[in-house]
């Protein structure tokens, strides 16, 4: 799958059915080359104008399944405050 389709797919948590966004970018271990996080930028009032684009990090274990519109994440509610 090429990075561009993986930033077209809706990201779903599925502890509260919430929809978290679009995969903006990608951490991966420049060793192994395995991916180790999705990042989805937060939505923000007023289209972030008057504050700074904040983003949520999602740990690659965290991902359920990758479908062919949709990216199901499980994330608990501590780990979407930071």
Not at 36 to 47: D, I, R
Request: hydrophobic share 40%.
């Amino acid at each position: 799958m090429r990075f561009s389709c993986l930033c077209e797919k809706t990201v779903i948590n599925v502890e509260d059915c919430c929809t978290l966004g679009h995969v903006a970018d990608i951490e991966f271990d420049e060793c192994s080359g395995c991916i180790c996080a999705l990042v989805v930028p937060e939505c923000s009032h007023f289209w972030g104008l008057f504050a700074p684009a904040k983003e949520l990090v999602i740990p690659w274990g965290q991902v359920v399944k990758i479908g062919p519109d949709i990216i199901l994440v499980k994330l608990c509610r501590e780990h979407k405050k930071h």
